[in-house]
């Protein structure tokens, strides 16, 4: 399932975050949209994927984004145009958009599980090879 979730500040984005953190989410998971102008130095220091939403001059900048524009990315995630100019709009205004899923959670936590398993059959065989 996708989520969406509105924040007003860096503060409780980053209190999300953490919270996500703890609930087996990764960083590289959790996309932030906001606008171009907005400065967020401290995801400097995470894996989470920031995409702007510039409001007014598009193009060239929009070009030179090093990640995908808030735009692309929404209309990849959501289908209905409606909504995704209320989210637009709502950037626009200087709040956040929070962006996670369950499904790649789910996909790491059985990836792990995997290796997790792997790891202690070889472990097994080669504590029964040891004990020969």
């Known amino acids: 399932m996708n989520y969406f ?16 953190k703890s609930e087996g989410y990764y960083e590289e998971d959790v996309h932030l949209l906001g606008r171009d102008d907005t400065e967020f130095q401290a995801l400097e220091y995470t894996e989470v994927t920031y995409h702007t939403h510039i409001t007014d001059d598009r193009g060239l900048k929009e070009i030179l984004a090093k990640n995908e524009p808030a735009e692309s990315f929404l209309h990849y995630h959501i289908f209905d145009d409606d909504e995704i100019e209320k989210y637009l709009f709502r950037i626009s205004e200087g709040n956040y958009l929070l962006f996670y899923n369950d499904y790649e959670m789910m996909e790491r936590r059985k990836e792990n599980q995997e290796r997790d398993e792997s790891a202690e059959a070889d472990f097994k065989a080669e504590a029964k090879d040891y004990v020969k």
């Open 5 to 20: 979730e509105l924040y007003n500040s860096q503060e409780a984005v980053l209190d999300r975050i953490i919270q996500l």
